[in-house]
C-alpha cells in the first residue's frame, strides 16, 4: 500500500503531538485548564443564548410573523429579545421577591422563639426525670438568649474569617460580576446574528469535512438540538405543573404559604427529580415556623406528591416530549446524578434522548436495508 506524502506528514505530526502532551501533560493540563477559565463568559453566554433563543423565537412567531413592513421586520428581532430576557429576569426576580423576605422573617422569629423552646425541652424533661437536678439546675440558669446572641457573633467572625480580606472578596465579587455582563453581552450578539453565525459555521464545515462527514455531523447536530430544545420546554412544563399541583395541595390542607412555596418548588424542580426536594426542604422551614405538626403535614404531603411527579408526570411530560422511554428518563438522571451531580442530571436526559433517537434510526435503517 503506498501513502501520499500528505499523509505520511499528517501522521507524523499527529504522534507528534501525541508524544508532546504525554511528555508534558502535565503544562498542558495546565494551558487547557487557564483556557477554559478564560473563555468561561463565551460558555455560559452560549447556554444563556439557546435557553432564551426559545423564548425569542416563540415571541417572534406573534410579532406580526407575515408582516411585510421593513420596520417591523427590522425590529422584530430587537423587541423579542428584550422581550425574552425581561420575561426570564421577572420571574426570577418575582420568586425571589416572594420567598427571601419570608424566608428572613421565619429566621429571625426562630431565634427569638429559640430561648422559651430550649426552656420548654429542660423543663420536659425534668418533669420526666430524664436528668439529674444538678443538670437541670445547670441549664435553667443559662441565658440562653446571650448564648445565642453569642453563638451569631462567632458564626458571623467565623464566615468573616472564611471569605477573607476585604480585598479579596471584592475582587471575587467584581470578578464574577465582569464574567456575568461579559456573558450577557456575548448571549445577546450570538442572538443578534444567529443565522449568520449559524451559515458560517456550515461554510467551515463544508470546506473542511468530506460530505459524508458533514451530512452525518448535521444530522447529530439536529437530534442533539430537538433534544435539548424539547427537553427544556417540557422541564419547563413539568416545573409549571408541579408548582400548581403543590399550591391546590397545600390549599386543601390548609397549610401556611401555600403560593410561596409552590412557586419555590417549581422553580427548583427545573433541576430534575430531586429539584423539588430543595424548595420542599425551605419550605417545610418556613411552615415549621408556624405549626411543627403542619409542617409534617406538608412533609408527607410533598413526600407523595414527588413520588407522583417523578414517577409518573416527570416521564411522561419530559420523556414523551423527546421519544425517552419512562425508564430511560430515570435511567439518565439516576446515572447523570451519580456522575456529574445537579449539572449531571440536568444534561443527562437530553444526552440521553439523543442517543437513543441516533441508535434507534440507525437499527431501523440497518433492518430495513436487510429486510
Known amino acids: 500500500m503506498n501513502f501520499e506524502w500528505k499523509t505520511c506528514f499528517r501522521i507524523g505530526v499527529t504522534l507528534f503531538i501525541l508524544y508532546l502532551l504525554t511528555v508534558y501533560w502535565g503544562t498542558a493540563a495546565g494551558v487547557i485548564g487557564a483556557l477554559l477559565a478564560a473563555a468561561t463568559p463565551i460558555f455560559i453566554g452560549c447556554a444563556v443564548a439557546y435557553a432564551v433563543n426559545i423564548l425569542m423565537s416563540f415571541y417572534e412567531k406573534l410579532c406580526l410573523p407575515a408582516s411585510k413592513n421593513e420596520i417591523v421586520i427590522r425590529s422584530r428581532r430587537p423587541i423579542c429579545m428584550i422581550a425574552a430576557y425581561i420575561t426570564l429576569f421577572a420571574i426570577i426576580f418575582l420568586i425571589i421577591r416572594l420567598v427571601l423576605p419570608e424566608l428572613t422573617a421565619c429566621v429571625k422569629l426562630i431565634l427569638s422563639e429559640l430561648p422559651g423552646w430550649i426552656g420548654e425541652v429542660v423543663g420536659w424533661l425534668d418533669n420526666n426525670h430524664l436528668m439529674t437536678d444538678t443538670m437541670a439546675e445547670s441549664l435553667s440558669s443559662i441565658n ?128 430534575p427529580v430531586a429539584g423539588a426536594y430543595i424548595g420542599a426542604g425551605v419550605g417545610a422551614f418556613m411552615i415549621l415556623t408556624v405549626s411543627p405538626i403542619k409542617a409534617v403535614v406538608f412533609l408527607i404531603f410533598i413526600i407523595i406528591l414527588q413520588q407522583l411527579e417523578g414517577n409518573i408526570v416527570y416521564p411522561k411530560v419530559v420523556g414523551t416530549s423527546m421519544g425517552l422511554p419512562a425508564i430511560w428518563v430515570l435511567a439518565a438522571v439516576t446515572i447523570g446524578g451519580g456522575m456529574m451531580g445537579i449539572f449531571g442530571m440536568v444534561l443527562g436526559v437530553p444526552l440521553a434522548a439523543t442517543a437513543y433517537r441516533l441508535v434507534s434510526d440507525d437499527v431501523k435503517r440497518f433492518e430495513k436495508e436487510n429486510a
Open 144 to 271: 440562653w438568649n446571650s448564648k445565642i446572641q453569642q453563638i451569631i457573633e462567632i458564626v458571623t467572625m467565623g464566615i468573616g474569617s472564611v471569605m477573607g480580606s476585604v480585598i479579596t472578596t471584592v475582587a471575587t465579587l467584581a470578578s464574577g460580576l465582569i464574567t456575568a455582563v461579559l456573558s450577557l453581552i456575548f448571549s445577546i450578539y450570538l442572538l443578534l446574528g444567529k443565522e449568520k453565525l449559524a451559515s458560517q459555521f456550515d461554510r467551515v464545515m463544508k470546506r473542511y469535512m468530506s460530505r459524508k462527514i458533514y451530512t452525518k455531523t448535521i444530522y447529530v447536530l439536529s437530534v442533539l438540538n430537538n433534544c435539548f430544545h424539547k427537553y427544556i420546554v417540557g422541564q419547563c412544563t413539568e416545573a409549571v405543573i408541579l408548582g400548581v399541583l403543590c399550591i391546590l395541595g397545600m390549599k386543601l390542607l390548609s397549610l401556611p404559604y401555600a403560593t410561596m412555596t409552590g412557586a419555590l418548588i417549581g422553580f427548583t424542580a427545573l433541576i
